[in-house]
């Protein structure tokens, strides 16, 4: 394979997962919480809500954490985790996968801070517990239920009833960004 083609490949393999940040970010929207699931050391999964502070271009999440937290302490021991996003209001729910890791640097931690983070760091972004939590995605799926919370209400009482499960009009892709496939791909 010759270096043009390479890059090209790389290339087409960048838009595909901007394509699919794309795509996550629209379905998240300002959601400013996020539920973060990880093992911790009796291989059994926590869940915490986090405040994710940016979806990067690349697909990894950023989150502030404290560096001697149990959150750390679980992502050293397995890396493996999922964030989650729920909006039932719109009914709209994501679920991403990967890999996080704790990381130290001091120009991005100055560049995602925020005041309302002091609440949790009171000495701001030079509190030496700051972590930063980075999350490479590299799967995602979502639900999109496309009726307004009326219909779907309508819909849920419609199916009690009759004694029968509900059906809504819901939208379900499967997305993955590390392998070099960033399409959609439908459930």
């Not at 291989?43 to 809500?49: D, E, G, I, N």
């Not at 939590?133 to 009759?162: F, M, N, Q, T």
């Amino acid at each position: 394979m010759t270096d043009e083609t390479k890059t090209r490949e790389a290339r087409i393999r960048d838009g595909d997962v901007r394509s699919a940040v794309a795509r996550l970010r629209a379905k998240i929207g300002d959601s400013p919480v996020t539920m973060v699931t990880a093992t911790d050391g009796r291989c059994l999964p926590t869940s915490r809500p986090l405040r994710a502070q940016q979806l990067d271009n690349d697909g990894a999440l950023w989150f502030f954490v404290p560096s001697d937290g149990t959150l750390a302490r679980d992502v050293e021991a397995n890396p493996r985790v999922c964030a989650t996003y729920s909006d039932p209001a719109h009914g709209m729910y994501v679920a991403m996968s990967g890999y996080a890791r704790l990381i130290y640097d001091a120009d991005r931690i100055f560049a995602l801070w925020n005041d309302e983070l002091e609440v949790w760091f009171g000495k701001g972004p030079l509190d030496p517990r700051l972590a930063l939590l980075r999350v490479d995605v590299d799967h995602a799926e979502y639900w999109d239920e496309h009726s307004s919370g009326v219909i779907r209400l309508l819909a849920v009482a419609h199916a009690a009833l009759l004694r029968e499960p509900p059906l809504l009009a819901t939208e379900h892709h499967r997305l993955s960004l590390r392998d070099g496939n960033g399409s959609a791909t439908p459930a």
